[in-house]
């Protein structure tokens, strides 16, 4: 069976890019030093556009802001549209990246897809059954609000998760006030607010880490 050119350029790729993160991380052990987090524009990505999203919604059912006649769930559809389409983009530039493929980029990746996979699929699920518990007295959207609770939790446990691997107990800082606003959200479950509780939360338990991580990223091996 012959191995076609785009199939040995791609190997060859990939053979160079893990002699570039083996040169990088002989480097940092070299230094004492651990592989910094690769990741911090997901973060900042996906942080910025829920915030966004979740602002908008606030300013829509407050009647400060208005769609011209589309609904309330709008930004979030827009938001997990381009928050899709940004990840596959920026994924693919990420492979050149020194330290990609050392452990704690590779959780930080994997337990952060885990997490917008499972939301996703958290959110379509209440799409489909969130007016089907009314002959129980709960109103047809109330299902709605547990997405904050939800997310915040596990956000705090992809932050902990993401923190042992790569090292970086700040990060653990970030995971227990992400728990912090899954908890708060649980007080606004039949309130408004709860959206700008969720947009504040989207900004600093996402985008200001995002920003944090960023600024140590290596921008080519020591």
């Given at each position: ?175 227990l006030l992400s728990w912090g606003f899954a908890v708060a959200a649980l007080f606004l479950m039949t309130s408004n ?6 947009a504040a939360g989207c900004f600093f338990c996402a985008v200001a880490p995002g920003l944090m991580l960023m600024r ?7």
């Open positions: 069976m012959s191995v076609s050119e785009e199939d040995y350029i791609d190997g060859a790729r990939h053979q160079a890019a893990l002699a570039s993160d083996l040169a990088y991380v002989r480097s940092l052990a070299e230094e004492g030093r651990d592989a910094p987090l690769v990741s911090g524009v997901f973060y900042v990505l996906w942080g910025g556009l829920m915030s966004a999203a979740s602002l908008a919604a606030f300013l829509i059912l407050a009647g400060l802001f208005s769609l011209g006649g589309l609904p309330v769930i709008a930004p979030w559809v827009i938001a997990g549209v381009f928050g899709w389409i940004g990840s596959m983009v920026l994924g693919r530039r990420m492979g050149a990246r020194p330290g990609v493929f050392t452990l704690g980029n590779r959780t930080a990746r994997d337990v952060w897809l885990a997490v917008g996979v499972f939301m996703t699929a958290f959110w379509i699920g209440l799409m489909i059954v969130h007016d089907d518990f009314t002959a129980y007295g709960v109103p047809p959207y109330f299902l709605f609000s547990l997405m904050f609770p939800v997310a915040f939790g596990v956000y705090g446990i992809a932050f902990f998760a993401t923190a042992t691997a790569a090292r970086l107990d700040w990060l653990k800082i970030f995971a607010y709860q959206f700008l509780l969720g140590q990223e290596p921008k080519d091996i020591v």
